[in-house]
């Protein structure tokens, strides 16, 4: 696959949704192909590779937001054997185009929904994302989940899209971490956006818009810590 291909997939996606000046559009991998929609076009969680105004669209983007939008493209093309105006090597619907949670994570994090009603208000939308996760992803036992997904207390390395920057973090329940986010221990809970955006993603996948999962150094089923 080649720049020139992907650009000119990414112009046709943009010209077909003629966007509007002061609204937000994203490209994004839905329904099997890359396309330009409203952010709000769904609430399913789904593979985002850029958000702007619609002015920017209609602008054009700048060599620095294209480097950037086909190097998320590539990536996810190559992660997840697709191509682009051609279809992909597994049949949708199956696990291998879907999130992963195992039953013992679903389990616990379901309970954590549960009895997350007298939580702030500033857990809200990650506690909205979290329950669609949970419906959308494939429940599997934790002897069968993959070793490059990310689960619960998984350490999970991070890498900015412009490469000057990794970081290592280990996705952990609300009670495990302090605040949001303990980054000086590198442990993230459940209940950020961070992570809720990594839990089930595979080796490969970006998050966040710019973070991909580097590698897993860490994961308690591959380490046979089926307890954690």
């Known amino acids: 696959m080649t720049d020139r291909k992907v650009r000119q997939t990414v112009a046709q996606a943009i010209a077909e949704t003629h966007p509007i000046w002061e609204k937000y559009y994203h490209l994004c991998w839905w329904k099997g192909k890359l396309q330009c929609f409203h952010v709000h076009h769904t609430k399913d969680i789904h593979t985002v590779f850029y958000s702007a105004p619609g002015q920017v669209f209609i602008d054009g983007l700048t060599p620095h937001q294209w480097e950037l939008v086909t190097t998320r493209i590539i990536d996810f093309c190559r992660s997840h054997a697709v191509t682009l105006g051609g279809t992909t090597r597994y049949k949708a619907g199956t696990s291998q185009a879907r999130l992963q949670i195992t039953e013992f ?3 616990r994090l379901r309970a954590l929904l549960a009895t997350a009603g007298s939580w702030a208000s500033s857990a809200n939308a ?4 979290l329950q669609q996760l949970l419906e959308a992803a494939d429940t599997v036992s934790p002897e069968e989940v993959p070793n490059d997904v990310v689960t619960m207390n998984s350490q999970v390395c991070l ?3 412009d490469g000057a920057s990794e970081m290592t973090v280990s996705l952990v329940f609300p009670l495990d971490a302090v605040g949001d986010a303990d980054f000086e221990k590198m442990k993230v809970s459940i209940l ?5 955006s990594i839990l089930g993603r595979r080796i490969g996948d970006t998050v966040e818009g710019h973070l991909k999962v580097q590698r897993l150094p860490y994961q308690p089923e591959a380490a046979g810590d089926f307890h954690l």
């Open 159 to 161: 890498r900015d899209d």
């Open 105 to 107: 994570d679903s389990k």
């Open 126 to 129: 990650c506690l909205d994302k």
């Open 192 to 196: 950020t956006p961070i992570g809720v």
